[in-house]
């Protein structure tokens, strides 16, 4: 959650014929009621009534024994209650280490025919070149050095990894001095944000596909962003699977071009406008 990409193989049967359409049919069954069950049957208003600042604070923290055990506990109470608000799904990308798992030194290459596309794409849609601009899950800043050379002035990036900060401030230092970095999960940066605070949006997976869907992810991002929300996802993959366009469409952003999937990939480029 927030280093992405993550390269796994992967829409949604509400929204069109999915973009792997290899899957077995018991697998599409399968993905279409998680889908289901994640956009429609997930109550949104205990989020905030469970998980509070400490509990985010607790897993941006030191690595202890104590927040070990709450992730157990966590993936047990899932099992049971699907609907009970988690974060613990972030824990390995916040506790994310040079040499350990989750190396931020991993996402440090562009992915070809991918990162490129959408960079292109978030560039062909900025107004102007001090349009600001939110990297959801900016890593080591790979994406946001990117658009940077491309002209781009007002940049954020947001991530839930220490670790990449630290690389991203020692491999790009006059970019890192150059852009509004935060260190913070998904969901508390979203939920303090301002309404339009950033003109254009961008995530690259694996980043909301791993947010529980008691939290209102879409919601959040479409009240933050002004005009353009530009996602590269697994649409039918990792944790949690959703009917995204429902989502956006209900959110007031309607989708305006799409890959999907994006060639000789399963992951797929959704690009949203607010009507």
């Not at 959801?136 to 900060?165: F, I, K, Q």
């Not at 999960?185 to 791993?210: H, M, N, P, V, W």
């Not at 008691?214 to 929300?229: E, P």
């Amino acid at each position: 959650m927030g280093t992405g990409s993550n390269r796994i193989q992967g829409r949604g049967l509400l929204a069109g014929p999915s973009p792997n359409t290899n899957l077995p049919l018991g697998s599409s069954l399968l993905t279409f009621l998680r889908k289901a069950v994640n956009t429609y049957l997930t109550p949104r208003f205990l989020f905030e009534r469970v998980i509070q600042d400490k509990h985010f604070d607790a897993m941006l923290g030191t690595p202890s024994t104590p927040a070990a055990l709450r992730v157990k506990i966590g993936r047990q109470v899932r099992r049971w209650f699907y609907f009970w608000p988690s974060i613990t799904e972030a824990h390995s990308w916040a506790n994310g280490r040079v040499g350990h798992d989750r190396d931020p030194n991993s996402f440090n290459v562009m992915w070809e025919g991918v990162d490129d596309l959408m960079l292109k794409t978030v560039v062909e849609r900025v107004s102007s070149p001090d349009s600001a601009v939110l990297d959801l899950g900016c890593s080591s800043g790979r994406h946001l050095e990117y658009l940077s050379d491309n002209g781009l002035t007002n940049l954020s990036g947001v991530d839930v990894m220490e670790a990449a900060l630290q690389v991203f401030k020692d491999l790009r230092p006059r970019l890192y001095g150059q852009v509004t970095t935060y260190h913070d999960f998904f969901q508390r940066f979203l939920a303090k944000g301002r309404e339009d605070t950033y003109d254009l949006l961008y995530s690259c997976g694996a980043t909301i596909e791993l947010v529980h869907p008691s939290f209102d992810i879409v919601h959040h991002m479409c009240r933050v962003t002004r005009t353009h929300i530009v996602l590269v996802i697994y649409e039918d993959r990792h944790n949690y699977p959703r009917f995204y366009v429902n989502e956006f469409k209900k959110n007031g952003f309607v989708l305006v071009d799409s890959r999907r999937p994006i060639e000789n990939t399963a992951i797929s480029l959704l690009v949203f406008r607010a009507v």
